[in-house]
C-alpha cells in the first residue's frame, strides 16, 4: 500500500517537472479514456485530470501522479496504470475543491489506494 505522498508522487524517471503533457492522449490498461486537461507536480499532489469527452459524458477525472506508468513524447501518449471502469467509477472531479480543500485529495487517495 502506498503512502499519500507516494501516491501524489511523479516517478522520477518520467521528468514530470520539466514537461508539460497537457493534450496529451490518455491510455489506460484497457484503452483510451480520453486527453489530459491539467498537470500538477505540486509536491503530494502531483497529478493529472483527463477530459473524458464523450466517454463518460464530458467528465474530467483526476488521476494521482502514481499512476502514470509511462509517458511517449513523439506520439503524445501517457499510459496509465488504472482500467476503464477503475477510472469510470473514480470519484467526480470539482476543480474548486481542488485549490481549496485541503481533504480533496485524502478523499481521492481513499479511492485509488485501492487500486494501484
Known amino acids: 500500500m502506498r503512502t499519500n505522498t507516494q501516491l501524489w508522487t511523479f516517478d522520477n524517471t518520467l521528468t514530470a517537472d520539466q514537461d508539460t503533457w497537457i493534450g496529451y492522449n490518455v491510455h489506460a490498461t484497457d484503452g483510451d479514456i480520453g486527453k489530459i486537461d491539467e498537470m500538477s507536480t505540486e509536491a503530494g ?21 502514481s499512476s502514470v506508468r509511462s509517458v511517449d513524447r513523439a506520439n503524445r501518449t501517457v499510459s496509465v496504470a488504472l482500467t476503464k471502469d477503475q477510472i469510470k467509477n473514480a470519484p467526480d472531479y470539482e476543480q474548486t475543491r481542488r485549490r481549496d480543500d485541503d481533504t480533496y485529495y485524502d478523499e481521492f487517495g481513499s479511492y485509488y489506494e485501492r487500486h494501484l
Open 45 to 65: 499532489r502531483g497529478s493529472v485530470v483527463v477530459d473524458t469527452g464523450f466517454w463518460i459524458f464530458g467528465k474530467k477525472r483526476l488521476l494521482p501522479a
